[in-house]
């Protein structure tokens, strides 16, 4: 019933690192043919090692479900900068605020979640965070920290490290720390 290939389709490959916007970065096992229902369909096999889960994806799908490459280089050089810049916080609901967060984890964008990162991270001085904005600033944190890690080959713990040491130069974390300071000793 399973034909298994090893060959390319639509500049996909086995092997080859890819990322799903719903699980992450996940690596090409194979591309098989399986017959479902009397169609035979032809599928990526992605697995995700660290969720341990191995996805089947039509290769007809691969587009309307958002699969791609991994970011070059400069894109993530682009994801590290922005999370240096300034957290921008709407002033909007926090459940609004949680869907536009979820969507932006899960559109595989590497810019959108570096962003949610950006504008969820807290440092030590900072107060703390609900339980829901710690899981998604842990989930956005994990999507953008294995695919650093991928492009760069770095561990994930080599890749947390590198987005933390980014984020603590973020103008909020520098100034506004010393601002605070500033008015504390003034009052």
């Not at 709407?90 to 595989?108: D, L, V």
């Not at 842990?138 to 980014?166: F, H």
Request: neutral net charge.
């Amino acid at each position: 019933m399973v034909a298994k290939k090893s060959q390319q389709r639509l500049g996909f490959k086995t092997g080859e690192f890819v990322v799903y916007p719903a699980h992450g970065v996940g690596v090409i096992v194979s591309i098989e043919e399986q017959e479902v229902a009397g169609l035979v369909l032809e599928l990526f096999v992605i697995s995700f090692e660290q969720d341990k889960l191995t996805l089947r994806v039509p290769v007809a799908k691969i587009k309307s479900v958002g699969m791609r490459k991994l970011a070059d280089e400069d894109m993530v050089a682009q994801a590290l900068t922005t999370v240096t810049g300034r957290a921008r916080v709407k002033r909007t609901m926090w459940s609004r605020r949680a869907q536009e967060y979820e969507a932006k984890i899960n559109s595989g964008d590497l810019i959108a979640i570096s962003e949610v990162v950006r504008d969820l991270y807290r440092s030590e001085e900072q107060p703390e965070q609900s339980y829901s904005e710690r899981q998604l600033f842990e989930q956005a944190m994990d999507r953008m920290s294995r695919e650093i890690g991928s492009v760069n080959k770095l561990t994930l713990t080599e890749a947390v490290q590198l987005i933390e040491k980014n984020l603590a130069k973020s103008p909020k974390r520098t100034k506004d720390a010393a601002a605070e300071g500033d008015e504390e000793a003034a009052a």
